[in-house]
T-cell receptor, first 117, second 114 residues
């Protein structure tokens, strides 16, 4: 089955640090990847849609300069949290959608827990 | 704006009990509906989906869901749960044809006791 690998799974860093999270589709190509954020006991909130070779589309209220997304290839998208602060601490999840016509399901990574001290 | 409401945040059942998890959505147009499951320590997996046709949808592992358009609901059911069904269940919706943006509910954590 389709596998999405997310790295790292857990990161702890000091306030002011920039943190990069990788999302890779291991056995399929994905023109579209998605980045979600999940707060404790809350639902996944879509942050942005990442399209290979073009700029990401950010949801309302998400700072594009704060959460930099790069989708340089059909198998890799990265999310960089720039100058992270404690309020950025959260669980970040990526998903990827296979190429193809019509409906293709989103395959999810295991998530990255980000803790900013 | 679209939204999804899951009524139960935490459900505890004994094995062989029947399960029904509620999901209501708010959207005026045609929707696609999904249930995802997240087993402990694992990633989200698609359980079942509804696009059109028969409103009773069967998914993996004996789960089914019924789309009731008049009630804006898409409840998940299983006649007899097993310990291995212990997981968190998320209902999600997107606008029909808009395969990108999934709107998730807050999730229901199911614990099944042997």
């Amino acid at each position: 089955g389709a596998v999405v690998s997310q790295h790292p799974s857990w990161v702890i860093c000091k306030s002011g640090t920039s943190v990069k999270i990788e999302c890779r589709s291991l056995d399929f190509q994905a023109t579209t990847m998605f980045w979600y954020r999940q707060f404790p006991k809350q639902s996944l909130m879509l942050m942005a849609t990442s399209n290979e070779g073009s700029k990401a589309t950010y949801e309302q209220g998400v700072e594009k300069d704060k959460f930099l997304i790069n989708h340089a290839s059909l198998t890799l998208s990265t999310l960089t949290v720039t100058s992270a602060h404690p309020e950025d601490s959260s669980f970040y999840i990526c998903s990827a959608r296979d190429l193809g016509q019509g409906y293709q399901p989103q395959h999810f990574g295991d998530g990255t827990r980000l803790s900013i001290l | 704006a679209q939204s999804v409401s899951q009524h139960n945040h935490h459900v505890i059942l004994s094995e062989a009990a029947s399960l029904e998890l509620g999901c209501n959505y708010s959207y005026g147009g045609t929707v696609n509906l999904f249930w995802y499951v997240q087993y402990p320590g694992q990633h989200l997996q698609l359980l079942l989906k509804y696009f059109s046709g028969d409103p009773l949808v069967k998914g993996i592992k004996g789960f089914e869901a019924e789309f009731i358009k008049s009630k804006f609901s898409f409840n998940l059911r299983k006649p007899s749960v097993q310990w291995s069904d212990t997981a968190e269940y998320f209902c999600a919706v997107n606008a029909a044809g808009g395969y990108n943006k999934l709107i998730f509910g807050a999730g229901t954590r199911l614990a099944v006791h042997p």
